[in-house]
């Protein structure tokens, strides 16, 4: 983030610094573009020409001292085909303006319209929101500036369009989602020796400003509850873990709440099994579940969404250690479920089991989706572009693919079944941890789907799509908040009353 981004809704009259307009193929404009680029008769035209530029989908045409037009910069960004825009690709528009932006500008003003004419309220909100995203950047460890950064301090942002109120009361719906997404983001960019269990359940307890109630139960609680297996990977830890459950109680007084569940391994070393030291910093975001389940409370709340939800979050430290559990151990979950440890690196599974099983039994929630970076192998599967998506309900399965196809947080469903669930038998325990090394994101989910009974229950196993700079127009950070806006539309589409 800039040090100090400044965001405001403006009329189309109003032209500060660097414009962004947006235009379809061919060159379409809507009317106040058109009244607006006026003055400069046909320089648009011709620029357009000389540069081959007709107006696809991401092209952009930049140009510097327009003669005509009172703007220091002119910038056209294509939407490609004429007609109307899908909301994500209208998230996606406010992401790539502002990725435009040349660095030294301090002030700019874009255009809420594309060919077909101006944005509705809520869709001046959506760019608004990629321009929010696009703009995050996690630079609070960078003390020094470089010599030659003629980055501003200060940007200001305007969003020209024609009903600034209307706009600015659309925004403030949205303003809890986009917070949500940084907040996320934020929480998976801080490293390890800052964001340890207790610290993260320190930041997490910051909901309660908003309405949020929220529980921490210490290291003593979770043994009380029978815990083991959360409790077997922290304890190689000097850093106590912790278990946090948020309630949002935005619905009828009553009625059952849906749940978010997240894994928290605030570093995996992979603990006894170690992992190799190459990339190793990477696990520093291995409760980016966790994250995503804090952002999505915080957006539930913002907006005051109608709805009673439940987040909870197991955190850990997974650490080699003199009291590091270690291969050949045997846990014995809440459940009461024993698991034999084959691989201390396949831990947030464990974790997992008890989390579910805990807020299964205390809740009884109307379904249970679970949030984690729990295995290599759905890199290796889907790559960055979809998260796995495991379930036993077909509806909730439906629903999520439809929010992951609008908001472009996709989901892709990986198989569940018996011949996956023998691959965990175990000879001494109830399961063991690992399947070895085929089906590897499979016998993981077979693992969780074995505390969650009946309740309808999805696991997303976000490991390719949170971490590692996943490239969109809307994120140049190296984590992307991905989940946040995906479980938001789930909960407002489907289960708000
Ligand atoms: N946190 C890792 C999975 C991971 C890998 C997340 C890369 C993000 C990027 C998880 O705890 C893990 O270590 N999984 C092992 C499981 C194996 C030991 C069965 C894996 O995927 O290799
Ligand atoms: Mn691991
Ligand atoms: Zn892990």
Same mark, same amino acid.
């Given at each position: ?7 405001? @809704? ?6 500060? &610094?660097?414009?962004?307009? @947006?235009?379809?193929?061919?060159? +379409? ?11 400069? &008769? ?36 294509? =939407? ?7 909301? $994500? ?46 703009? /995050?950047?996690?630079?609070? /460890? ?65 909901? &309660? ?32 873990? $912790? ?22 391994? #605030? @570093? ?6 170690? $992992? ?6 990477? !696990?520093?975001?291995?409760?980016? &579940?966790?994250? #995503?389940?804090?952002?999505? *409370? ?16 197991g955190l850990v430290e997974n650490m080699p250690d003199g009291k590091a559990y270690r291969p050949g151990d045997i ?6 479920? =024993? ?17 579910l099983h805990y807020v299964n039994k205390r809740f009884k929630p109307k379904f249970m989706i679970n949030l984690a970076t729990l295995t290599g192998a759905i890199i290796v599967a889907l790559g960055q572009e979809y998260?796995? *998506? ?31 669930? +023998? !691959? ?6 109830? *399961? +063991? ?20 009974? +009946? ?43």
């Amino acid at each position: 983030m800039p040090d100090d981004l400044k965001l405001g @809704f403006a009329p189309f009259s109003s032209l500060h &610094g660097v414009l962004v307009v @947006f235009c379809a193929q061919n060159l +379409k404009f809507g009317p106040a573009t058109q009244k607006a680029l006026a003055p400069a &008769g046909d320089l648009v035209r011709r620029a357009a020409a000389a540069d081959r530029f007709t107006g696809k989908s991401g092209a952009a045409l930049d140009i510097v001292a327009p003669t005509g037009l009172n703007v220091p910069r002119l910038i056209v960004v294509g =939407t490609g085909k004429d007609g109307a825009l899908k909301q $994500k690709d209208i998230v996606k528009l406010g992401g790539i303006a502002m990725g435009r932006l040349p660095a030294t500008a301090a002030t700019a003003t874009i255009f809420a319209e594309s060919g077909a004419g101006a944005f509705k309220g809520e869709q001046v909100a959506d760019l608004m929101l990629g321009v929010r995203l696009r703009a /995050y950047a996690f630079d609070r /460890y960078k003390t020094k500036r470089k010599d030659d950064d003629e980055r501003p301090k200060k940007i200001e942002v305007n969003i020209a369009c024609s009903s600034p109120a209307g706009a600015e009361k659309a925004w403030q719906r949205c303003i809890g989602v986009a917070d949500g997404v940084v907040l996320a983001r934020d929480l998976i960019n801080e490293p390890a020796n800052v964001l340890y269990p207790a610290e993260f359940a320190r930041r997490a307890s910051g909901l &309660g400003k908003l309405g949020v109630a929220v529980e921490v139960l210490d290291v003593a609680a979770m043994k009380k509850l029978g815990m083991g297996a959360l409790l077997g990977v922290g304890q190689g830890s000097v850093h106590e873990s $912790k278990l946090v459950v948020m309630r949002w109680n935005g619905g009828k007084k009553g009625t059952p709440p849906v749940a978010f569940i997240g894994k928290g391994v #605030c @570093f995996d070393t992979g603990g006894i099994s170690i $992992k190799p030291a190459q990339g190793m910093e990477d !696990m520093k975001g291995d409760m980016a &579940g966790a994250a #995503c389940v804090v952002g999505l *409370m915080h957006a539930l709340a913002a907006r005051k969404a109608k709805v009673n939800a439940v987040g909870a979050i197991g955190l850990v430290e997974n650490m080699p250690d003199g009291k590091a559990y270690r291969p050949g151990d045997i846990l014995k979950t809440m459940s009461g479920q =024993t698991i034999e440890i084959i691989n201390t690196d396949a831990e947030g599974r464990l974790v997992l089991a008890d989390v579910l099983h805990y807020v299964n039994k205390r809740f009884k929630p109307k379904f249970m989706i679970n949030l984690a970076t729990l295995t290599g192998a759905i890199i290796v599967a889907l790559g960055q572009e979809y998260a796995g *998506m495991f379930a036993n309900d077909d509806k909730l399965v439906e629903r999520l693919t439809k929010c992951g196809e609008e908001t472009g947080e996709r989901v892709w469903r990986m198989p569940l079944g018996p011949e996956y669930d +023998k !691959m965990i038998d175990s000879k001494f325990a109830d *399961m +063991k941890n690992t399947g070895g090394r085929w089906a590897g994101s499979i016998t993981a989910a077979q693992l969780l789907q074995r505390f969650v009974d +009946k309740t309808p229950w999805a696991h997303l196993d976000i490991a390719g799509t949170a971490l590692g700079s996943p490239q969109t127009d809307i994120n140049k950070s190296w984590s992307s908040g991905w989940g946040v806006r995906l479980l938001d539309r789930l909960v407002e589409d489907y289960y708000e009353r």
